[in-house]
């Protein structure tokens, strides 16, 4: 990759750089990630496709592959929703995103599911992910205008049972990100809204057990998720990966009593996109080039390759080895308490590498069902003070109904 190339994706990353009040991005420390960008962070293009949209499972650490199925769950992964018993519903989520620092970026997400019969299911979903108003700057810090960059995501998912415990679903969808409309960049680069497309598949298995004489269920679950070709903004010389991601993880959900349970979940995801590898430098600091002016890679891999090479070459490039292999897995752990159906407590932990971005925080929130109307909320709580997550709130409105026959007879 040359000098040019890399200059020209440093524009579009500075795109996601939040403004906090400075007349440039490339002078602001923080990504709407909420990670360090001063570590050996992987980046992708629209990041927005792998934050947690709803409360109920950020409240729980961004735990949520194997837990029990609701509306939400064709983000965690589309293999539970041919499990899910009501006949439809959906959520609408919201989240004012990185509030201590703007007052105008946020996150919502609209899904919705139908039963087609016992084994199967259908569920629609929508993201949208308002970056705010901002300014816009050059390479060289000059300003190029003003605009409100906004990223969108719209799919579709099909569920079915394999047998009795196991189910697959398989999810697709459109993306659309305009991070800074039609405006040039440096070097008289044309910018444009990059547009890409995605795809998920995931398993879910849960199984019934007994502890002792306390009745439960555990469960697994495996999911791929943005599956699909890079995103340009400028050229389809420079294009950057969509944030392919694999996810593991289990639960399980005891029966304390007749009317109140436990759910216990652990998560753990990886990017698969390449990660940066070290480049040789020269005396003075600056970047060593070899004769095409090309940058010289010390230690790594090449990034610059095709998907399916750069999803699975994803577990064996890192620079430091298989240890740093390791630091790229992040780890979230939840806890649910449900009583009556009715009323629910949640707590959790994310963890990140520090060397990966170092994002480390509790979480907590809580949720009320009334008939079929329910509302869940989450709060994040950082290790680190002054983090740009901190005191991130979610909202989500839900609505299900057994079928309409069930719906006819209550009212």
């Known amino acids: 990759m040359n000098k040019k190339a890399i200059l020209r994706k440093q524009l579009i990353f500075t795109l996601v750089f939040v403004l906090s009040g400075l007349t440039s991005f490339a002078q602001n420390s923080v990504i709407i990630s909420g990670q360090d960008p001063s570590r050996r962070v992987i980046t992708t293009a629209v990041p927005f496709l792998n934050f947690a949209p709803d409360s109920r ?16 769950s064709a983000h965690w992964n589309a293999g539970k929703l041919a499990f899910i018993k009501d006949g439809y519903g959906f959520s609408l989520s919201h989240s004012p995103w990185l509030g201590k620092l703007v007052n105008d970026m946020s996150l919502s997400y609209l899904s919705g599911y139908k039963k087609i019969d016992e084994n199967s299911a259908f569920g629609l979903d929508l993201r ?5 108003d901002i300014s816009l700057t050059d390479g060289r810090g000059n300003p190029i205008g003003e605009f409100n960059p906004r ?17 697959l679903g398989i999810s697709a969808r459109f993306i659309h990100s305009n991070l800074s409309g039609n405006m ?17 598949i ?3 298995h849960q199984k019934p057990i007994l502890v002792g004489e306390k009745e439960g269920v555990w469960s697994w679950g495996l999911t791929l998720s943005n599956i699909g070709p890079k995103i340009t903004y400028n050229s389809a010389e420079d294009l950057d990966y969509i944030p392919t991601t694999f996810r593991a993880g289990t639960a399980y959900k005891i029966n304390v009593n007749p009317t109140s349970s436990l759910t216990f979940a652990l998560d753990a995801n990886k990017l698969m996109v390449p990660t940066p590898p ?4 020269n005396a003075d600091g600056t ?4 004769s095409n002016g090309d940058l010289i890679i010390e230690a790594g891999k090449d990034p610059n390759r095709p998907l399916i090479s750069g999803m699975f070459g994803s577990f064996n490039d890192a620079p430091g080895g298989f240890q740093e292999e390791l630091s790229e897995f992040t780890v979230s752990f939840g806890v649910e308490y449900l009583y009556a159906d009715k009323f629910a407590l949640r707590t959790g932990y994310f963890y990140e590498d520090d060397s990966k971005g170092g994002r480390r925080y509790f979480t907590m929130g809580a949720g009320f069902t009334m008939k079929r109307l329910g509302l869940d909320f989450s709060y994040l709580v950082p290790q680190v003070q002054n983090h740009p997550l901190a005191e991130t709130l979610r909202f989500s409105l839900r609505y299900s109904i057994a079928s309409i026959a069930v719906a006819a007879a209550e009212n």
């Open 57 to 72: 499972h950020s409240a729980m650490g961004d735990a949520g592959v194997a837990t029990s199925p609701d509306a939400n």
């Open 184 to 200: 040039s960049a440096s070097g008289g680069t044309e910018s444009r809204p990059g547009i890409s497309v995605g795809s998920d």
């Open 151 to 167: 990223d969108i995501a719209i799919g579709g998912t099909y569920s079915r049972r394999l047998s009795a415990n196991l189910g």
């Open 278 to 281: 070290t480049y040789k430098t």
């Open 202 to 204: 995931g398993l879910y």
């Open 128 to 132: 949208y992910f308002n970056m705010g």
């Open 287 to 290: 970047l060593a080039t070899d």
